[in-house]
Each structure stands twice: as structure tokens, then as C-alpha cells.
């Protein structure tokens, strides 16, 4: 995605805080800074949702649950979206952690279509050979 350079004041600590995120990720101050700012203005436009790192990097996931936005979406879909089924296959949840969760997908479908995308390309076959100390006849 093209970006535009523009000049911002930043506070001295938040600075300091995006630094050290540079840092311990190995990414450049500018990509961290593209990062936490598209995140905050997700976030923003869909509260209930926060961004938190996972073993496949930051993803947008419904807060206080660490399920991820893509995971309720891809059952949601199982379920030919209907919101009564889904209610029941999260039953643990309240109805607004569902419909932010919904919400989040109508704001950023391409997101997590994506992400159910990469989901449905991890066959067992991929994981073998990608992970080959996982396949059973290696032990």
C-alpha cells in the first residue's frame, strides 16, 4: 500500500515506547509506527476488538477472549450466517462479543477472508512437509 509522508509531534514517551517495539521486532520505527496507528484506528472504529501477538503475528481478535476475529467469521460462514447458530457454537460469549466480531468483518472483509485463506491452505500435507518432526513415523 503506497504511503504519504507526513509530520506529526509524537509525545517523547510514546516515541521512546514505538523505539523499543523497532527494536525487540526487528522492524523499522516507520512500519511500527504504520502498525500500531492502523490498529488504533480499527480499533476505534470497531470497539470490543483489540490487536495482540500471536504465533502468526498480530491479529485482530475479540477482547478479553483471545479468539480472533477470523475464527468466529469462518464459523459464522459454516453456518450460512445465521446469527442464532453462531450464538450457540460460542455460547460462552455474549451476544455484543459476536456481533463485534461481526461487525469487525463487514468494516475489514479482505482482512479476514485472507486469513481464512491462509487457514484453509494449512492441509496436513503442508504441515508435514513444512514441520517434518511432527509426522508420526519420524518418532
Request: contains cysteine; proline residues 3%.
Amino acid at each position: 500500500m503506497p504511503t504519504i509522508q507526513k509530520s506529526i509531534r509524537i509525545q517523547e514517551r510514546t516515541l521512546k515506547e514505538i523505539e523499543q517495539i523497532a527494536r525487540d521486532s526487528g522492524k523499522e520505527f516507520s512500519a511500527v509506527a504504520n502498525e500500531l496507528l492502523d490498529e488504533a484506528v480499527k480499533m476505534q472504529r470497531c470497539p470490543g476488538i483489540i490487536f495482540s501477538e500471536g504465533t502468526a503475528g498480530r491479529r485482530a481478535r475479540i477482547a478479553g477472549t483471545g479468539i480472533e476475529v477470523w475464527e468466529v467469521i469462518a464459523t459464522y460462514k459454516g453456518v450460512r450466517e445465521d446469527f442464532g447458530r453462531l450464538r450457540k457454537a460460542y455460547h460462552w460469549l455474549t451476544e455484543q462479543q459476536i456481533k463485534t466480531a461481526v461487525s469487525y468483518y463487514r468494516v475489514y472483509p479482505e482482512e479476514i477472508d485472507q486469513l481464512m485463506k491462509q487457514n484453509e491452505e494449512l492441509t496436513r500435507e503442508y504441515v508435514h512437509k513444512r514441520y517434518p518432526v511432527l509426522d508420526r513415523g519420524s518418532r
